[in-house]
């Protein structure tokens, strides 16, 4: 929540637990340093992420969303970063119609082996999100009020 | 209309096999059609149609599973029908499908519009290209072209694409398959904030009674819809523009290459939303990547439930 | 829900950027922690001992470990939570470390960054719910795919241990690139001898089913019950009756048959057997080059053959076998070379690759042992070695180091010396690579005792000169180009993934890296696992390797094996979706999309339905995520679970 002022912007990842994370593992052991601002949401496969989650993390005010998954061919899965794809292209050409800059969703393919790739994606994004700067915010209640409410709902 | 009395020959036919048949019938004042289920002969005397024939039937088909049923289809309407049996949501057996060259409905805002305060509706006449409603005491004529809904003057399907019975004669779409998308194009004209700042000021006059989603025949979870329930739980139950926007995106992706564009949920829209810009847009991307239009062929697979190991029209992307 | 939260320094891997006791603090803020502290180690000893005391004095109900990557830990802390009688899914992991303190050097981005995962984890975990994993049969066979050294390692360990193995090799035999090796490092012993019995072994093991000359047409199911369909494809020998005796050879009238196991220094015939020493010692019709088959006329070897076993007609054939584990040791193949101009682009009959060296030292070889130049069978006097053909050259995608060629160079060396002691050999090297045990010794004796003259540098040209060659190239040394007129050239041919790895990967749902090697589970702690469950690597085919450590991989992975069936059930992951059988309408999509097949279609008081077969599905989520109403649901990545941390993150 407590984006750090004026240095970071809201971006959530989606990746898939077997090659995307495992790449920004990479990454890490490799200590190729990205920007902060990514906050990374573990999925088993590509094919679970519901662009709907993509649309609830822009609708709750994130500025970026990023989503990776493995090369097509390459799915734990077989195929669910086939149907991802698919579904993933179209949320892309969707979201304009929305008001959304286009450029705030991307989603690519990142093997666990590709560390030096994921730190790439992971820079140009996030210079691609700060120069589009914060997202547009919805007008509303607060967000603790309608989260409480949610939450207490369960 | 033209071909009423044949129709009602066939559906009488046809009515002793069948449980009921879904129909049109006028309603609560001449200038409203409303849905009419034909059980008995008699039944069918009231049977009407023509320009007030709004309502897309197929919307009833999945709550009478099991059942024998006949159905009245415009071409639209016809289309929801194919895209239920495409998804084995009804039977093939178990539907009658009756169709008819449709010319267009009317769009009753437009309609409410042109007659502004005119008073009780005392009668309506179809002449060839005007509506004539007569309303407190005084006779109005409107040019169809002025009151017909606007997916009628996009319309690709104006005869029912399946039909066990069709009466009348085939006819021609009006208008060519690109102009189908101008209003769409008009709006994405718009900057982007503007688009924006519309959406914000549409949905923050929807006053959630999901109108719009029991009017549309491919909603068919009706009472496990994720707007109302808690797992998973997607929604709030509050009246602010971010969740009621987000239910009409989780509309459009459940719609994605299942909506036929029949309009229903923007019709039945109290507060007259344009939520069919948003299936219209589906639609398009959705056509353009995989040349694929729901409710055509009954064999067909959806795109989104299905891929191409290398996709023609997907670049892989640059990132 | 009573949550504790375990902030982890990890020394100063996470603590050096990461203030471990701030991120502990805020933790205490959020709905339903009860309990937080930054602790030193998580993962050790104490560290797992704080954890347990901790569950059982707060009466926590769920833990928040913050610290290294889930890949890396999460069993570890599962296993700790479930000792203090939580159940394992009462459990999440923020990954501080990875995804932290090892990519950020703000320490305040850090330490805010550390707070938004660990709030999420702890969101996370308020929607976990207990989960239990049901057992499930195992069918203990074991399959192994390739019979190199590796596999026949596996293969061998797999029957003594007691299982019944199945060997699936490409090839008409069994023996890989060792079988093609004269003598081997670091010990100079006679290859064939210390393999040849081994295969005889493979083949007359009761354990051991062989299917050589076939492939993986496909592979279904999952840990303890996969189904393989096998290929075999059409050797036109019946090998039921055929003895291996060899007198089709003899009388083939086809000669020019290309001769792979001999690299194509010199021709076989169309029907063969590769070498004397074969396993399964069997004759195939290489159908390319045979008479018969291509013009139909010849038939001779039919004529010929003292057991009938000839039969033109043989189709490819395709057996089902069942197994509960797989090992791949399919090995490498060597880096096409032509694509080096400077080394003529092929043009020169007398420069070889060392694999073709090796066929011609071998006294079984088609040589006979004898080291000729196959331009005029001339005994060479100068013989140079490039090393490096196709290793660690970025400019034809090589990047990576083969590891063995340093060291078979130095034995081929010796043994030029052994040949011809009127020779001499010369090295061209980047580096010398000799990190094994005796390995610098051997390489020291190549240059000291057999006087190989080694020149570090690249070679930049060869070309011919009257029926000599021309080798230039830099010795960086001494700061001078070189010139040597070379009877033989001998390019130490770095290796590559095998021809079809790609493929057979995908069938196995296995990762790849960019080269084609198979990515074992993990680079130090899962040498020869993969992230596939009951999918196991040996040998070269997870990257190149030298005997000792391709036979060690084998027997390792043979020893995972043996591990996995040493229960009699296995215990399905309950992290598999679940349909809601009141929310479910019967649509079928979720069935359309599954990869497995695991979603079927039943009848529930006369209304369709969707049910989720537990053990075949393997928990993607693809279902959840195509369901409309959100009727069948991943269990642990339920929407809910994952709204939890979108909401977590972003809020407005
Ligand atoms: C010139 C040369 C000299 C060498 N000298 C030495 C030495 O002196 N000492 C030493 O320690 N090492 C030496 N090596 C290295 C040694 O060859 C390897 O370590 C060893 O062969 C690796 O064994 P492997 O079983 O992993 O692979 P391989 O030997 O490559 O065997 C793989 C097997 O799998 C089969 N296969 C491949 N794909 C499939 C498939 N899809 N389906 C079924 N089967 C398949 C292949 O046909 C083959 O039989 C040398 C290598 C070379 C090139
Ligand atoms: S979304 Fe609207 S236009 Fe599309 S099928 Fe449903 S009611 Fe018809
Ligand atoms: S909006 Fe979605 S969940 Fe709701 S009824 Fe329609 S398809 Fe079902
Ligand atoms: S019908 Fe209109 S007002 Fe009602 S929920 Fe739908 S968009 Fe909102
Ligand atoms: S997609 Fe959903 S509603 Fe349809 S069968 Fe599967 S679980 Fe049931
Ligand atoms: S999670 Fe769903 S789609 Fe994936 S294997 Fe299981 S049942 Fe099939």
Redesign the interface.
């Given at each position: 929540m407590p984006v750090l002022k004026g240095k970071e912007l809201r971006i959530v990842g989606f990746l898939c637990n077997w090659c995307s994370y495992g790449g920004a593992d990479t990454a890490g052991v490799g200590r190729f340093t990205q920007p902060t601002d990514l906050r990374i949401i573990r999925v088993p496969c590509s094919g679970r992420i519901d662009?709907?989650f993509i649309?609830?993390t822009l609708?709750?005010g994130a500025d970026g969303v990023l989503v990776s998954g493995c090369h097509?061919?390459d799915c734990h899965y077989a195929?669910g970063n086939?149907?991802a794809?698919?579904?993933l292209?179209?949320l892309h050409?969707?979201l304009?119609?929305?008001?959304?800059?286009p450029g705030r969703f991307?989603?690519?393919?990142v093997s666990a082996s590709e560390g030096q790739r994921w730190q790439q994606?992971v820079t140009?994004?996030t210079e691609q999100i700060h120069k589009l700067g914060p997202a547009?915010k919805?007008?509303?209640?607060e967000a603790s009020k309608?989260l409480r409410?949610?939450e207490a709902?369960? | 209309m033209k071909y009423q009395q044949e129709l009602k020959d066939s559906i009488r036919k046809a009515l002793p096999d069948l449980d009921v048949v879904i129909a049109w019938s006028s309603g609560f004042d001449p200038l409203h059609a409303t849905p009419h289920f034909i059980r008995r002969d008699e039944d069918i005397d009231r049977l009407e149609i023509g320009p007030l024939c709004v309502h897309n039937l197929a919307t009833y088909l999945p709550g009478l599973r099991g059942k024998k049923v006949g159905i009245v289809v415009k071409g639209c309407d016809s289309r929801s029908v194919i895209e239920l049996l495409q998804?084995?949501?009804i039977k093939r057996e178990d539907v009658t499908i009756f169709g008819f060259p449709c010319t267009g409905v009317v769009d009753q805002t437009k309609v409410r519009k042109a007659l502004g305060n005119a008073g009780r509706v005392d009668f309506c006449q179809v002449a060839s290209q005007t509506l004539v409603v007569g309303a407190g005491g005084t006779e109005h004529k409107l040019r169809l072209s002025k009151v017909l809904a606007d997916k009628c003057f996009s319309c690709q399907y104006p005869n029912a694409l399946l039909a066990d019975h069709f009466v009348g004669e085939k006819i021609s779409p009006s208008v060519a398959e690109e102009e189908g998308y101008d209003d769409l194009a008009a709006?994405?004209n718009m900057p982007?904030?503007?688009?924006?700042?519309?959406?914000?000021k549409e949905m923050d006059r929807c006053i959630r009674c999901y109108a719009c989603r029991n009017a549309c025949p491919m909603c068919?979870?009706r009472d496990?819809?994720?707007a109302e329930?808690?797992?998973?739980?997607?929604l709030?139950?509050?009246d602010?523009?971010?969740?009621k926007?987000?239910f009409q995106?989780?509309h459009?992706?459940?719609l994605?290459g299942r909506c036929t564009e029949c309009g229903e949920c923007q019709r039945a829209c109290p507060m007259d939303i344009p939520l069919l810009?948003?299936k219209k847009?589906?639609n398009k991307?959705?056509k353009?990547?995989?040349q694929y239009e729901a409710g055509v062929d009954p064999a067909a697979?959806p795109?989104?439930?299905?891929?191409?190991?290398e996709?023609e029209n997907?670049k892989?992307?640059e990132? | 829900m009573k949550i504790g939260v375990f902030v982890c320094h990890c020394g100063s891997n996470i603590e050096g950027t990461v203030d471990t006791a701030a991120v502990a603090a805020a933790a205490r803020e959020f709905p339903g922690v009860a309990f937080a502290t930054d602790t030193m180690y998580t993962c050790s000893e104490p560290g797992q001992e704080e954890i347990v005391t901790a569950i059982k004095e707060q009466q926590l109900d769920g833990v928040v470990v913050a610290s290294c990557t889930p890949r890396m830990h999460e069993q570890t802390f599962r296993r700790t939570v479930e000792r203090a009688g939580l159940n394992r899914y009462l459990f999440e992991m923020a990954n501080i470390r990875e995804h932290v303190s090892w990519i950020g050097k703000d320490r305040e981005a850090n330490t805010n960054k550390a707070i938004d995962l660990v709030r999420m984890s702890a969101a996370k975990l308020l929607h976990n719910r207990p989960l239990l994993s049901k057992k499930f049969e195992i069918n203990k066979r074991v399959l192994i795919i390739g019979g190199g050294v590796a596999g026949i390692q596996a293969a061998l360990d797999c029957a003594e241990g007691g299982l019944q193995v199945v060997l699936v090799e490409k090839t008409s035999s069994i023996g890989g690139k060792m079988a093609k090796l004269d003598k081997t490092f670091p010990t100079v012993d006679c290859s064939s001898c210390i393999l040849g019995p081994r295969m005889v072994d493979v083949a007359q093991h009761p354990n051991i089913t062989l299917h050589a000359y076939s492939e993986i047409d496909e592979v279904s199911g999952y840990v303890g019950n996969f189904e393989v369909k096998v290929k075999k494809k059409a050797t036109y020998v019946d090998w039921k009756k055929c003895t291996g005796c060899g007198v089709c050879m003899t009388k083939c009238p086809s000669r020019k048959a290309t001769d792979y196991f001999n690299e194509g220094i010199g021709k076989t015939t169309a029907i063969n057997i590769p070498f004397p020493q074969a396993i399964p010692k069997k004759a195939k019709i290489d159908a390319d080059f045979c008479m018969k088959l291509q013009k139909g006329k010849c038939g001779i070897c039919e004529k010929i053959c003292p057991t009938g076993c000839i039969d033109y007609s043989q189709q490819d054939e395709y057996v089902t076998e069942k197994v509960g584990a797989i090992i791949a040791a399919t090995g490498f193949d060597l880096f096409d070379w032509t694509v080096y101009g400077e080394y003529g682009a092929g043009r020169y009959p007398d420069v070889i690759t060392s694999l073709q060296y090796e066929r011609m030292l071998s006294a079984s070889g088609p040589t006979g042992g004898h080291i000729k130049r196959p331009s005029d069978g001339r005994e060479p006097k100068n013989v140079v070695f490039i090393q490096c053909v196709g290793s660690r050259d970025k400019s034809v995608g090589r990047p990576y180091c083969t590891g063995f060629c340093c060291m078979y160079t130095a034995k081929q060396a010796i043994l030029t010396k052994d040949h011809l002691p009127e020779s001499r050999s010369y090295v061209f090297y980047m580096d010398i690579r000799a990190t094994g045990k005796n390995y610098d010794e051997f390489t020291r004796r190549a240059m000291e005792e057999y006087d190989a003259k080694y020149i570090r540098g690249r070679v930049s040209m060869i070309y011919p000169k009257g029926d000599r060659l021309l080798v230039r190239g830099a010795d960086t040394l001494m700061g001078t180009q070189v010139e040597l007129d070379a009877d033989l050239v001998v390019l130490a041919v770095g290796a590559q993934a095998a021809a079809g790895a790609n493929q057979l990967a995908e069938k196995l749902r296995i990762s790849y890296d960019s080269y084609g090697f198979y990515m074992e589970g993990h680079p130090k702690l899962k040498p020869v696992e993969t992230n596939t469950a009951g999918v196991y690597l040996a040998g070269s085919c997870q990257g190149p390797k030298d005997i000792p450590s391709s036979v060690s991989q084998g027997s390792a992975a043979a020893a995972k094996v043996l591990g996995l069936f040493s229960k009699d059930k296995l215990e399905s992951d309950p992290q598999v979706s679940m349909v809601?059988i009141?929310?479910c309408?019967?649509?079928?999509?979720c069935m359309?999309?599954c990869p497995f097949g695991a979603i079927k279609e039943i009848d529930f008081r006369g209304m369709?339905k969707a049910e989720v077969i537990e053990t075949i599905c393997q928990g993607c989520g693809i279902c959840t995520s195509?369901c409309?109403?959100?009727?069948v649901?991943l269990q642990h990545f339920?929407?809910?679970q994952i709204?939890s941390e979108v909401n977590a993150l972003c809020q407005?």
């Amino acid at each position: 929540m407590p984006v750090l002022k004026g240095k970071e912007l809201r971006i959530v990842g989606f990746l898939c637990n077997w090659c995307s994370y495992g790449g920004a593992d990479t990454a890490g052991v490799g200590r190729f340093t990205q920007p902060t601002d990514l906050r990374i949401i573990r999925v088993p496969c590509s094919g679970r992420i519901d662009p709907l989650f993509i649309i609830k993390t822009l609708m709750n005010g994130a500025d970026g969303v990023l989503v990776s998954g493995c090369h097509p061919r390459d799915c734990h899965y077989a195929e669910g970063n086939f149907y991802a794809r698919r579904r993933l292209e179209v949320l892309h050409r969707f979201l304009p119609i929305l008001g959304f800059e286009p450029g705030r969703f991307e989603y690519t393919w990142v093997s666990a082996s590709e560390g030096q790739r994921w730190q790439q994606v992971v820079t140009r994004f996030t210079e691609q999100i700060h120069k589009l700067g914060p997202a547009p915010k919805i007008a509303g209640p607060e967000a603790s009020k309608t989260l409480r409410q949610m939450e207490a709902a369960l | 209309m033209k071909y009423q009395q044949e129709l009602k020959d066939s559906i009488r036919k046809a009515l002793p096999d069948l449980d009921v048949v879904i129909a049109w019938s006028s309603g609560f004042d001449p200038l409203h059609a409303t849905p009419h289920f034909i059980r008995r002969d008699e039944d069918i005397d009231r049977l009407e149609i023509g320009p007030l024939c709004v309502h897309n039937l197929a919307t009833y088909l999945p709550g009478l599973r099991g059942k024998k049923v006949g159905i009245v289809v415009k071409g639209c309407d016809s289309r929801s029908v194919i895209e239920l049996l495409q998804e084995n949501l009804i039977k093939r057996e178990d539907v009658t499908i009756f169709g008819f060259p449709c010319t267009g409905v009317v769009d009753q805002t437009k309609v409410r519009k042109a007659l502004g305060n005119a008073g009780r509706v005392d009668f309506c006449q179809v002449a060839s290209q005007t509506l004539v409603v007569g309303a407190g005491g005084t006779e109005h004529k409107l040019r169809l072209s002025k009151v017909l809904a606007d997916k009628c003057f996009s319309c690709q399907y104006p005869n029912a694409l399946l039909a066990d019975h069709f009466v009348g004669e085939k006819i021609s779409p009006s208008v060519a398959e690109e102009e189908g998308y101008d209003d769409l194009a008009a709006f994405e004209n718009m900057p982007l904030d503007e688009r924006f700042a519309f959406w914000q000021k549409e949905m923050d006059r929807c006053i959630r009674c999901y109108a719009c989603r029991n009017a549309c025949p491919m909603c068919v979870c009706r009472d496990h819809c994720l707007a109302e329930s808690r797992d998973p739980h997607w929604l709030s139950q509050e009246d602010n523009v971010r969740d009621k926007w987000m239910f009409q995106l989780i509309h459009a992706y459940h719609l994605a290459g299942r909506c036929t564009e029949c309009g229903e949920c923007q019709r039945a829209c109290p507060m007259d939303i344009p939520l069919l810009l948003l299936k219209k847009k589906m639609n398009k991307e959705i056509k353009e990547l995989f040349q694929y239009e729901a409710g055509v062929d009954p064999a067909a697979t959806p795109p989104l439930l299905s891929f191409k190991m290398e996709e023609e029209n997907i670049k892989e992307r640059e990132w | 829900m009573k949550i504790g939260v375990f902030v982890c320094h990890c020394g100063s891997n996470i603590e050096g950027t990461v203030d471990t006791a701030a991120v502990a603090a805020a933790a205490r803020e959020f709905p339903g922690v009860a309990f937080a502290t930054d602790t030193m180690y998580t993962c050790s000893e104490p560290g797992q001992e704080e954890i347990v005391t901790a569950i059982k004095e707060q009466q926590l109900d769920g833990v928040v470990v913050a610290s290294c990557t889930p890949r890396m830990h999460e069993q570890t802390f599962r296993r700790t939570v479930e000792r203090a009688g939580l159940n394992r899914y009462l459990f999440e992991m923020a990954n501080i470390r990875e995804h932290v303190s090892w990519i950020g050097k703000d320490r305040e981005a850090n330490t805010n960054k550390a707070i938004d995962l660990v709030r999420m984890s702890a969101a996370k975990l308020l929607h976990n719910r207990p989960l239990l994993s049901k057992k499930f049969e195992i069918n203990k066979r074991v399959l192994i795919i390739g019979g190199g050294v590796a596999g026949i390692q596996a293969a061998l360990d797999c029957a003594e241990g007691g299982l019944q193995v199945v060997l699936v090799e490409k090839t008409s035999s069994i023996g890989g690139k060792m079988a093609k090796l004269d003598k081997t490092f670091p010990t100079v012993d006679c290859s064939s001898c210390i393999l040849g019995p081994r295969m005889v072994d493979v083949a007359q093991h009761p354990n051991i089913t062989l299917h050589a000359y076939s492939e993986i047409d496909e592979v279904s199911g999952y840990v303890g019950n996969f189904e393989v369909k096998v290929k075999k494809k059409a050797t036109y020998v019946d090998w039921k009756k055929c003895t291996g005796c060899g007198v089709c050879m003899t009388k083939c009238p086809s000669r020019k048959a290309t001769d792979y196991f001999n690299e194509g220094i010199g021709k076989t015939t169309a029907i063969n057997i590769p070498f004397p020493q074969a396993i399964p010692k069997k004759a195939k019709i290489d159908a390319d080059f045979c008479m018969k088959l291509q013009k139909g006329k010849c038939g001779i070897c039919e004529k010929i053959c003292p057991t009938g076993c000839i039969d033109y007609s043989q189709q490819d054939e395709y057996v089902t076998e069942k197994v509960g584990a797989i090992i791949a040791a399919t090995g490498f193949d060597l880096f096409d070379w032509t694509v080096y101009g400077e080394y003529g682009a092929g043009r020169y009959p007398d420069v070889i690759t060392s694999l073709q060296y090796e066929r011609m030292l071998s006294a079984s070889g088609p040589t006979g042992g004898h080291i000729k130049r196959p331009s005029d069978g001339r005994e060479p006097k100068n013989v140079v070695f490039i090393q490096c053909v196709g290793s660690r050259d970025k400019s034809v995608g090589r990047p990576y180091c083969t590891g063995f060629c340093c060291m078979y160079t130095a034995k081929q060396a010796i043994l030029t010396k052994d040949h011809l002691p009127e020779s001499r050999s010369y090295v061209f090297y980047m580096d010398i690579r000799a990190t094994g045990k005796n390995y610098d010794e051997f390489t020291r004796r190549a240059m000291e005792e057999y006087d190989a003259k080694y020149i570090r540098g690249r070679v930049s040209m060869i070309y011919p000169k009257g029926d000599r060659l021309l080798v230039r190239g830099a010795d960086t040394l001494m700061g001078t180009q070189v010139e040597l007129d070379a009877d033989l050239v001998v390019l130490a041919v770095g290796a590559q993934a095998a021809a079809g790895a790609n493929q057979l990967a995908e069938k196995l749902r296995i990762s790849y890296d960019s080269y084609g090697f198979y990515m074992e589970g993990h680079p130090k702690l899962k040498p020869v696992e993969t992230n596939t469950a009951g999918v196991y690597l040996a040998g070269s085919c997870q990257g190149p390797k030298d005997i000792p450590s391709s036979v060690s991989q084998g027997s390792a992975a043979a020893a995972k094996v043996l591990g996995l069936f040493s229960k009699d059930k296995l215990e399905s992951d309950p992290q598999v979706s679940m349909v809601d059988i009141k929310r479910c309408i019967g649509c079928g999509k979720c069935m359309k999309t599954c990869p497995f097949g695991a979603i079927k279609e039943i009848d529930f008081r006369g209304m369709k339905k969707a049910e989720v077969i537990e053990t075949i599905c393997q928990g993607c989520g693809i279902c959840t995520s195509t369901c409309p109403q959100g009727a069948v649901q991943l269990q642990h990545f339920t929407d809910n679970q994952i709204l939890s941390e979108v909401n977590a993150l972003c809020q407005f």
